[in-house]
């Protein structure tokens, strides 16, 4: 034990006396954090010109097959059609921002030009653009009435906001990137795990602890250790300066984001510890670390939703342990739907860890 803690405290402190390690674990990700805060920090969904409206017309006859192009009609609109549960778990999410829901049988009361109620629900949260979208959804069923019925009573809107305690989305893009990031930097700091065992293996130095009284499981505590102390602090540090400069609000249990963030450390270790076996120098040590970092941070959906990547490499991005470490994060700290759900998340991490230490165990060498 006494071993295991001199190694480890020897590790942290060669850890602060490398600048160049320094700038990757702590300036890299507060320059993506105060890049991204200072376009996005201040700004939410609401600058975006374009309005997502959701229709929901349970009643599919042909008398009302005109309801939905109506909409898509008014410039400003981007809409979609689904079911009541689809398009309020839209709404939910922030991808909507208001949602027209008419009634079942309102092909039946057009016809007979009795009154209908129409539902229009709404994102307390963003009030201003819900209520601007609410407004000329009901400046279009005017005209509707107007056209079809003659009729300026017609229509019975009735709004339905969505209350703070149901919301489960509509972020401004700091809220959404800052977990991303702070996936990033957990991702980079197991896969740069790789950088000092080659370095060590190279200059004999595996070879020098091995013949130690030192029990492996010492030697590699040790090395765990040190990135989960790293980790931590820079857990502290992201979400700190998030909440401190650009007022994220963190929903979720801290002790839950701290189990996530252990959790995400050993998987991206076990991962950096297989492709140390894969190289024989530092040089060419980096190279397969970046070759593997580089994509992982553009194809995971750290900086943008995993939605809107084209479904062909959708399939890459799929199988990217960051992905779900990222999705994981963003449900934990803003308490936003997870994409994938927390099961598949944390199962899809459990088999890449497993998989990695297996393979890490069998290719590892000590020279």
């Known amino acids: ?9 020897a590790g942290l402190k060669s850890f602060v006396r490398d600048r160049s390690g320094l700038f990757w674990t702590i300036f890299f990700p507060l320059f993506f954090i105060f890049t991204f805060g200072s376009i996005f920090g201040n700004s939410s969904n609401e600058s975006n010109v374009r309005m997502g409206i959701g229709v929901v017309v349970p009643d599919a006859s042909q008398s009302t097959q005109w309801i939905a192009g109506t909409f898509r009609q008014v410039p400003v609109f ?7 549960e689809e398009e309020k778990k839209a709404l939910m999410a922030g991808r909507r921002n208001a949602v027209v829901v008419f009634p079942a049988d309102y092909g039946r009361l057009l016809a007979n030009r009795q009154p209908a109620e129409v539902r229009v629900l709404t994102d307390q949260s963003r009030r201003e653009m ?8 009901r400046q279009v069923l005017q005209g509707v ?23 489960q989305g509509g972020f401004r893009m700091i809220d959404f990137v800052l977990p991303g ?9 197991g896969l740069f795990t790789a950088i000092p065992l080659i370095t060590m293996r190279e200059k004999g130095i595996l070879k020098r602890l091995r013949a130690t009284p030192l029990s492996r499981s010492a030697i590699v505590g040790s090395q765990v250790t040190q990135r989960l102390v790293i980790a931590l602090f820079q857990t502290f540090m992201i979400v700190g300066i998030g909440v401190a400069f650009y007022k994220v609000a963190v929903q979720g249990s801290f002790a839950m984001l701290v189990g996530l963030v252990i959790f995400g450390v050993l998987t991206f270790i076990s991962l950096g510890a297989l492709l ?8 060419s040590g980096t ?21 809107i990547i084209p479904p062909g490499i959708r399939v890459i991005t799929n199988v990217l342990p960051l992905t779900y470490l990222a999705d994981a994060l963003r449900h934990t700290i803003l308490g936003s739907p997870s994409l994938f759900g927390i099961p598949k998340d944390l199962a899809v991490l459990a088999i890449w860890l497993a998989a990695c230490l297996v393979l890490a165990a069998r290719t590892f060498r000590w020279e």
């Not at 034990?1 to 405290?9: D, E, P, V």
């Not at 819900?130 to 959804?137: K, R, V």
């Not at 990031?181 to 700091?189: C, E, N, S």
């Not at 190279?287 to 939605?307: C, D, H, I, R, Y």
């Open 78 to 84: 981007d809409v979609v059609e689904g079911s009541l």
């Open 276 to 283: 140390s076996a894969l190289a024989r120098t530092q040089e």
């Open 1 to 9: 034990m006494r071993g295991y803690l001199k190694l480890t405290a």
């Open 287 to 307: 190279a397969v670390v970046q070759l593997v970092n580089f994509p992982m941070m553009f194809l995971s959906g750290v900086f943008f939703p995993p939605e």
């Open 181 to 189: 990031i702070l996936g990033m930097t957990i991702m980079q700091l």
């Open 130 to 137: 819900s209520q601007a979208a609410a407004g000329i959804i």
């Open 145 to 167: 009435e107007a056209n079809l019925t003659g009729q300026r009573s017609f229509h019975t809107l009735r709004e339905e906001a969505i209350t703070p305690g149901e919301k």
